[in-house]
């Protein structure tokens, strides 16, 4: 959307489209592609869109954010239940319920950059839930039969008015007490429309994710009861608990740019104890916000430092208040004022380089930041299919080190292009696992190769060719071809459908093939997977007059579930074996 509109309540969208006719629900993608093109402008909390020379579209926002239907306001003869308002409101950016910040942060809680994980140890109540609620069954089944009709689509086929049933499940569920569910829900509606808008930033598999944890949550909390039970209704904010008097050391920034439409950067600072803590400004917007934020000011206490200065600097702060995933919090009685940094070869900072990578693996896997600490020698490049990637030798790991975020505003890739010229360099580094087959991770901060008292952010600093030392090494021959198992057979199928939806399952393919193929390496449940993934999404039987009746869409989300969720174990045990770690358990719900 070229519109630059404010965030909408799920509720009022829902509402909103619901109140359509079939015939203009029918025609409600066309008109929110109409709307793009339409002029707007923006006095104060209004926005005010001209449908034509005559007719007007109003969107009030007290405090950034539409809340009510009546907020939306169209001058059009078929109002208030016209196509307009509807449009309008599926067009904008979805608001988080909970979206108010914490008390002087400045930045939007867990629901940007990490909205599907909730840890158990802060969603806990004082007292054990037996089992689900009715009112929580009956949400939790309306969630699911609302996002296997999304998988059903897929997202050529996902338009508003789906998009609005799963946004209706969302806030029944969160109304219901269940909060993780709904901002799941919300994350794949966003998806959604990043995917239909060609959003530079989407990615195929945050939107497979997403999907999983939508229909595995809401199929598994019927059925649960104590702890599992807390940790599937999740919390709509995590708490932050006072830590007395920190001395921070700024480690790194990198910036936040999200398919879901949040956007921003996060600054990682450490303690005197080792212990990781995170300060962060990230809001609804795109790349622009992206880039420019690591330029504001730490909203922390009285400090001027930018995210991206405190990065190389440190801070004092008295009355602190951290919340269980290291967030620290900027309350009224917050104090914070400027101190002297340190370098990632001086303690505290060089602490974080000591445990061994199989450990540092292990931590990532059972649930941790993801961040591994390395050092690292260039050996050269490998080809990939989302681009070329850095290859380095890790402790004898033939490591591949890739960009952290494709989009074009930000510096990842152009980085690591620009690394790759220099083979044999030394760095040490800061990455995040990325779990697969082979030793992989994301590549975020590096030290300076001519400095090794300096640090490079690569998501917001561009290196120079003058920064680069010569060669240490010629470039490596191309790596030796892996025989991995082939679990891209069952993983593509379960991209496709979340994509294109179960009519591209349907068709007669190699499926036998692939499946006899994945039994050869061991993997019979994958292939049984893949087999039944295909005869559901083929499932159509006739009635008595030899029509087709409708596909069992249950069935199919029951068989895409759980060949989603084997790829993803799978891959972590896969992961784990590369780096030598041990076999982690799944992460806590």
Known sequence: ???????????????????????????????????????????????????????????HAPGGIVTGVDAIRCGCLLAPDCLHRAAAASAAPIADPDS??????????????????????????AAEPEAATPEQCAAAQAMYGAAAAVLEAGTDGAGAVLQAELLRAAHTARISGLPRVAASAVSVVTQLRAARGVDPAYRLTDLAAALREVLGTAHR??????????????????????????????????????????????TWTVDAQGRLHTLSDVAPGGSGRA????????????????????????????????????????????????????TWHEAPLDRLWTPPVAEQVSRALTGGDGLLFLDVTLTGTVREAAGDCLLADCEGLALRLA????????????????????????????????????PRALLLATDHPRDPGAHLDLGLDRLQHADLPAPAMPPAGPPAVLDEAPLHLLRRRVHQAASAGRRVLAFPGDSAADGRRLSRYGLACAGDLLDELHAAAADRS????????????????????????????????????????????????
Not at 100 to 112: F, H, L, M, N, Y
Not at 410 to 438: I, M, Q
Not at 564 to 582: F, N, P
Request: hydrophobic share 40%.
């Open 542 to 589: 006739r009635d008595v007059f030899g029509r087709l009746v409708p596909a069992d869409v249950n069935r199919f989300a029951r068989a895409w579930l759980a060949a989603a969720h084997y790829t993803e174990e799978v891959d972590r045990a896969l992961c784990a074996a590369a780096w030598g770690a041990d076999p982690a358990p799944p992460p806590s719900l």
């Open 291 to 342: 880039v420019g934020a690591a330029d504001r000011a730490v909203r922390i206490g009285d400090t001027a430092l930018t995210h991206r200065e405190l990065s190389r600097a440190g801070l004092a702060v008295s009355g602190a208040t951290v919340s269980p995933t290291g967030r620290l919090g900027a309350g009224a009685g917050v104090r914070a004022v400027r101190a002297s940094g340190a």
């Open 403 to 438: 960009a952290a975020h494709d989009h074009p505003a930000l510096p990842y890739r152009d980085n690591l292009r620009l690394l790759a010229a220099t083979p044999g360099t030394r760095l040490r580094v800061v990455a995040r696992l990325e779990p697969s087959a082979v």
């Open 221 to 266: 909390l019927p059925r649960s009861t104590g702890p599992e039970l807390a940790a599937l209704r999740g919390t709509s904010r995590q708490p932050y608990v006072p830590d007395g008097s920190l001395r921070l050391y700024g480690l790194f920034s990198e910036p936040v740019l999200t398919a879901t439409g949040y956007a921003g950067a996060v």
């Open 1 to 59: 959307m070229s519109l630059d509109l404010p965030p909408v309540a799920p509720s009022v969208t829902a509402e909103l489209v619901q109140g359509l006719t079939p015939r203009l629900r029918k025609r409600l993608d066309a008109g929110i592609a109409k709307l793009a093109g339409r002029p707007s402008v923006r006095d104060g909390d209004t926005v005010r869109i001209a449908v034509d020379d005559d007719t007007h579209l109003e969107l």
């Open 100 to 125: 108010t910040s914490d008390p002087g942060s400045g930045s939007i809680p867990d629901a940007a950059d990490a909205p599907l994980s909730v840890d158990p140890a802060s969603t806990r109540p």
